[in-house]
């Protein structure tokens, strides 16, 4: 996704929100969130170098976060989730459950380091991206979730939800995913077929494009599709998706 692709909500001078596309005159503002000044640092010299995006604020633990959050009104916070005091799990979910704020929360990892991942996801984080990926990438992901999009990585995402799945499957004597289903349990109620394979595709990491060229749709098909699982599922958007496909043994 390129800074033309995305999209801000700018009301100012109007009754109704009206779409402003984010470029430099309405740059991405970008809140960072990691107990590591020199990281800090790091970061905000890669996304400040980006014409389209603006880094409006840093903070040092979640609680700082969570109140950058409400006063500066950014449309994403990079959030690292190991900090001291309120933690990035805590800071996101208090982010995402403000009803006043709308920034969507990137939280970055060191993969093999941070066991609340999961948790992230479910606290309402639209994505995560590896601490130690390209420049471009951590630009591109800041616009995605500037735009609203869940940032779903299928090698990463796939791989970490998995891995924290099957953790508590076997830990309450399961073997899996599926160990989380009642024994017989529909696995997707409501769904049509086309919606679930949809719902496969979506835990997949797939985009609506990547999605409508596998199902031979047209996109606006698809994101229709995408809409109606996560109204039927009562899920706020992609990234449940992932977590419920694979708490419920959907993916292969």
């Given at each position: 996704?390129?800074?033309?692709?995305a999209?801000?909500?700018?009301t100012?001078?109007t009754?109704?929100?009206?779409?402003v596309?984010?470029?430099p005159?309405?740059?991405?503002?970008?809140?960072?969130?990691?107990?590591q000044a020199?990281?800090?640092?790091?970061?905000?010299?890669?996304?400040?170098?980006?014409?389209?995006?603006?880094?409006?604020?840093q903070?040092?633990d979640?609680a700082?976060?969570?109140?950058l959050?409400?006063?500066?009104?950014?449309?994403?916070?990079?959030?690292?989730?190991?900090?001291?005091?309120?933690?990035?799990l805590e800071?996101t979910?208090?982010?995402?459950?403000d009803?006043d704020?709308?920034?969507?929360?990137l939280?970055?990892?060191t993969?093999?380091?941070?066991?609340?991942?999961?948790?992230?996801?479910?606290?309402g984080?639209?994505?995560?991206?590896?601490?130690?990926?390209?420049p471009e990438q951590?630009?591109d992901?800041?616009?995605?979730v500037?735009?609203g999009?869940?940032?779903?990585?299928p090698?990463?995402?796939?791989?970490?939800?998995?891995r924290?799945v099957?953790?508590?499957?076997?830990?309450?004597?399961?073997?899996g995913?599926?160990?989380?289903?009642?024994?017989?349990?529909?696995?997707?109620?409501?769904?049509?077929?086309r919606?679930l394979?949809?719902l496969?595709?979506v835990a997949?990491?797939?985009?609506?494009d990547?999605?409508a060229?596998?199902l031979?749709?047209?996109?606006?098909t698809?994101k229709?599709?995408?809409?109606?699982?996560l109204?039927k599922?009562?899920?706020?958007d992609?990234?449940?998706a992932v977590?419920?496909?694979?708490?419920?043994?959907?993916?292969?």
């Amino acid at each position: 996704m390129t800074g033309a692709d995305a999209v801000r909500w700018d009301t100012t001078g109007t009754d109704e929100a009206a779409e402003v596309p984010f470029g430099p005159d309405h740059p991405v503002r970008v809140v960072l969130a990691d107990d590591q000044a020199l990281l800090r640092a790091g970061l905000a010299t890669i996304l400040g170098a980006q014409p389209d995006i603006e880094v409006v604020g840093q903070a040092g633990d979640g609680a700082e976060a969570v109140a950058l959050a409400r006063s500066l009104r950014p449309d994403v916070v990079c959030m690292d989730v190991q900090m001291p005091g309120v933690d990035g799990l805590e800071a996101t979910r208090r982010i995402t459950a403000d009803p006043d704020v709308t920034a969507g929360v990137l939280v970055l990892t060191t993969f093999n380091r941070d066991d609340y991942l999961l948790e992230s996801l479910r606290a309402g984080a639209a994505g995560f991206l590896l601490k130690n990926s390209r420049p471009e990438q951590l630009a591109d992901a800041v616009r995605a979730v500037a735009a609203g999009d869940a940032l779903l990585s299928p090698e990463v995402t796939r791989a970490v939800i998995a891995r924290a799945v099957v953790g508590e499957g076997s830990a309450a004597g399961g073997s899996g995913p599926a160990a989380r289903r009642a024994p017989g349990a529909p696995s997707v109620p409501g769904l049509t077929e086309r919606k679930l394979e949809v719902l496969r595709l979506v835990a997949r990491g797939l985009s609506n494009d990547e999605i409508a060229a596998e199902l031979v749709l047209g996109r606006a098909t698809v994101k229709t599709h995408v809409s109606n699982v996560l109204t039927k599922l009562g899920l706020r958007d992609r990234v449940q998706a992932v977590v419920y496909a694979f708490e419920n043994g959907l993916t292969d």
